[in-house]
Nanobody, 125 residues
Framework: QGRLVESGGGSVDEGGSLRLTCQAS????????MAWFRRAPGEDRKGVAV???????YYVDAVAGRFTISRDNAKKTLYLQMNSLKPEDTAMYYC???????????????????WGQGTQVIVSS
């Protein structure tokens, strides 16, 4: 049984930075596509950044150039470095795992196999 546990959320001012961490266990992390999703108040959960097992990355336009997704396979850990944060980045952020993904399509979330419980990010103007 796979498990994902996020941490690193918090409250920051506009323009600030945060680094989210997702600790994985219970599955062969190195072979999985990993992604970060977010759900803003009143909206559906949406994928924002994906990292394939081969290092391929995909970012949605709203975060491209500001967010960086990375992984440490030895530590079974996924990261999301978020810079130049905006109020519209306020959301619950979730870590997700999918074994056989098409990187740019993983943001749909339809084939995600494992979800974390989320970590809250609040950006104040």
């Amino acid at each position: 049984q796979g498990r994902l546990v996020e941490s690193g959320g918090g409250s920051v001012d506009e323009g600030g930075s945060l680094r989210l961490t997702c600790q994985a266990s219970g599955f062969d992390f190195r072979w999985y596509c990993m992604a970060w999703f977010r759900r803003a108040p009143g909206e559906d959960r949406k994928g924002v950044a994906v990292l394939g097992h081969d290092g391929t990355t995909y970012y949605v336009d709203a975060v491209a150039g500001r967010f960086t997704i990375s992984r440490d396979n030895a530590k079974k850990t996924l990261y999301l470095q978020m810079n130049s944060l905006k109020p519209e980045d306020t959301a619950m952020y979730y870590c997700a795992a999918e074994k056989n993904c098409v990187v740019h399509a993983m943001t749909d979330g339809g084939f995600v196999e494992e979800w974390g419980q989320g970590t809250q990010v609040i950006v104040s103007s």
